[in-house]
Structure formats: C-alpha cells, structure tokens
C-alpha cells in the first residue's frame, strides 16, 4: 500500500513540476525549450521522491518535509529557464512557488476523495493549474483560442510563394472597397523581402502619409494595379486608410486538403500581429467560406 502511494506521489510531482513551469514560462512570456522543462521536472521529481521516501521512513518529519519540498523549486527553475538576473529568478520562482501551492491543495482534495488514486488525482492537479492559469492570466484561453483558429497560409503573388502563419480574426470584417474582396492583415516584415525596392519605399511613403511619392513610385510599375488603399475603423472609432495589394491566390493549409481563395486582398500593416511572433497574419473569417 505505502510503495503504491509513494509511486503515485512521485509521478504526480513530476507533472505538477512540468506543469507550473510550463505554466509560469507562459503566463512571464519566458521562451524556454521542453526538454528543459521536463529536465527541470525530473530534477525536482528527484528530490521530492528522496523527501517522500524519508517521510514513510521516519527520517524526516511532515513539517520538514513540506519546506524542503518546496526547494526543489530552486533546481527546477534553473534547468528549465537557465541563468537569470536574480530579480527575475526570483520572480519566476514566486510563480511556480504560487501556483504549485494551489495545485498541491487541488491535488490533495481530489485525492483525498477518491481514495488517493492516481488517475483522478493527475485530474485534480492539472485542473486546478489550468483553472488557476485561466482565472489569473486567461493563459487557457489564449492557448485554446490560438490552437483552434491557426491556420498555415500560402500566399501567392506572381512567381513568389510567401509561406506564413495566420490566425483567423473573427473581428476583421475589411474588404477592399473596390472589388468587396477581403482583406487578410499582414505584417510588413513578413513581405518586405518578397517587394521590389519601388514598391518598399511605397509602402513606407503611405505610412508617413507622403501620398504624392506613392503615386509617383507605382506610376509606371505593374504594381498599380495590385496596390489597394483600404478605409478602416478601430477600436474607438479611429478612422484611417491601410495600403494593401491584390494577391494571386491564397492557399489553407490546415486540415486533411489544401483549399485556396483567388478572391483576397493584402492589408499591410506596419506593426506587429503577434508580440510574441506566433503569427504574422490576420485572416478574414470569409476567406475560409470562399475557399475552395
């Protein structure tokens, strides 16, 4: 009964482990690979199994146990996330100290009424984290909505192929006001390099409102009849016109076929989509219906 328990404590330590670190990177916006993350688990996982062996041995008492428990914070931290300022360290220590509490008590409550089996108890564990993930920071939510609405795009615009990663925006009702197409946001530095120099300083020109050097850049280039100037109106009711370009084709990348759209125009914006770089695209909900 006692080997069984102690099997069952060691496995859930690990994957609370995991899961906090895994939790605490995301919710600090801290890029860390997942071997290191589960490399910090099992270094922590080490340590508890060693503590909770003592325990049923009689070596420590319970109210050691639980102090030096939380140590194994320490080593954990520091495989997963590497050498950090110690302000930093010990703010992401703070974290993982925080939510490992919460999913400890979630843990032992579930446990608790079910007999300490181990199945419903890795249930409670990681249903407390994620709850207090979602609660605190909407880290669930964020996480599900990206994994649910992304979508790997092709772009095709004459003979170059822009291969890039979208998220399907069900708040962009844009369409070109001339042909009603919609209108798919796209980070500039995504498609500079695939631009010709003209068309660069174009873009650049309209953006600092220079709409005479605009005309005068595409006057004579094919790209006129690409170039699109879409109204728009933000949050807040701000007013503005974004530049775009007419695209050949628009290829979905996403499920078991590849669908395209002919019918989409580009929206260039000159910020980022992503602060963290998950995507470079904003997709019209529209073009999925259109594709074919």
């Known amino acids: 009964m006692t080997g069984g328990v102690i099997v069952n404590a060691c496995v859930m330590t690990v994957v609370m482990h995991w899961l906090t670190l895994w939790a605490t990177a995301a919710i600090l916006g801290y890029r860390t690979r997942h071997s290191r993350l589960l490399a910090g688990s099992v270094a922590a996982g080490v340590i508890d199994a060693a503590l909770i062996a003592m325990f049923f041995a009689d070596r420590i008492p319970a109210g050691a146990a639980v102090p030096l428990a939380a140590l194994s914070i320490i080593p954990a931290v520091a495989v997963s996330f590497g050498r950090l300022p110690l302000a930093r360290f010990l703010l992401v220590c703070a974290h993982v100290l925080g939510i490992s509490v919460l999913a400890f008590g979630g843990a032992s409550a579930t446990a608790y009424l079910t007999g300490w089996r181990l199945v419903p108890t890795l249930i409670g ?12 920071w909407g880290l669930v939510h964020r996480r599900v909505r ?4 992304f979508v790997p795009i092709e772009v095709r615009l004459g003979e170059v192929t822009l291969k890039l990663d979208a998220l399907i925006d069900t708040g962009n009702r844009l369409r070109d006001p001339i042909t009603g197409s919609p209108v798919i946001l796209l ?11 003209r068309v660069r300083r174009a873009f650049t020109a309209f953006d600092a409102g220079d ?9 004579d280039s094919s790209w006129l009849a690409r170039f699109r100037v879409i109204p728009f109106v933000s949050v807040g009711a701000e007013k ?3 530049a775009g370009f007419r695209v050949d084709e628009v290829r979905l990348l996403a499920g078991p076929r590849m669908t395209s759209s002919r019918n989409a125009v ?13 995507f470079a695209a904003l997709l019209h909900p529209d073009i999925l219906a259109e594709a074919s």
């Open 146 to 149: 990206d994994w649910l609405l």
């Open 266 to 278: 580009i929206g260039v914006l000159m910020r980022r989509v992503s602060p963290e770089g998950a």
């Open 211 to 219: 709409f005479g050097l605009v005309s005068e850049l595409l006057a």
């Open 187 to 197: 980070e500039y530095s995504a498609v500079a390099d695939a631009l010709p120099e």
């Open 125 to 136: 564990l990681v249903g407390t984290i994620l709850l207090t993930a979602e609660i605190g």
């Open 240 to 242: 503005g016109l974004l």
